[in-house]
């Protein structure tokens, strides 16, 4: 009698060790994945955040260009010669401005461009005025020395043309997911291309 119930107490301990082990080999199979889809998570909002931002610069230039390009007999050259550095400061002072998660990657930025869209807003070839970064870490852009698309050419009666504003940003990975995807990819910073684009019409002058 006694040695049937040291058997069972055994048998009892061994299960009960079994089932131990294996609840540590589903923790360690579980954890991975789990934080796997936590970083990515984290990572998704990082970009959303970022993506936004570029949204609102790329806006913010679209809409100084529709109100400035007035086109026409009546502007004068040294309006003109202003208008596409308006446009590049309306975007600028949104990227940096207090809270901007672009403020820390000035040199990411590497182009602004802007051009006159057609009719599905992509650009029309040849009117592509491409402002690049000048890499001094100050998110300063020069421009192009003869700009294809000149302001005052810019038609604002209707039908009047329509600006576009676009720009090439590099994001680079924040959580430790960007670990993940050196191991697996290309040597150096685990980045991510984005562009954004804004089209408006120019504002009617009559």
């Not at 400035?68 to 308006?86: F, K, R, V």
């Not at 192009?144 to 810019?154: A, E, M, N």
Request: hydrophobic share 40%.
């Amino acid at each position: 009698m006694n040695l049937s119930r040291l058997t069972v107490g055994a048998l009892l301990r061994r299960s009960r060790a079994g089932q131990h082990g294996q609840g540590m080999v589903e923790f360690a199979i579980i954890v991975p994945v789990f934080l796997l889809l936590l970083m990515g998570m984290l990572e998704f909002g990082f970009v959303f955040t970022h993506n936004l931002t570029l949204e609102y610069a790329t806006r913010e230039g679209a809409r100084a260009g529709s109100a400035l390009s007035n086109g026409g007999s009546d502007a004068t050259p040294a309006i003109c010669a202003s208008i596409d550095q308006d446009i590049i400061n309306a975007v600028t002072k949104v990227l940096k401005s207090p809270g901007s998660p672009i403020l820390g990657y000035p040199n990411a930025v590497s182009a602004i461009n802007i051009w006159q869209a057609d009719a599905s807003g992509n650009p029309i070839a040849g009117t592509v005025n491409v402002w690049t970064n000048k890499g001094d870490g100050s998110l300063t852009f020069t421009p192009p020395g003869s700009p294809v698309w000149k302001p005052c050419t810019r038609d604002a009666i209707p039908p009047s043309d329509s600006i576009g504003v676009s720009l090439t940003y590099t994001y680079t990975m924040i959580t430790p997911l960007s670990g993940i995807e050196k191991f697996f990819g290309p040597a150096g910073p685990a980045t991510l291309q984005m562009t954004d684009k804004t089209v408006m019409s120019l504002n009617p002058t009559n």
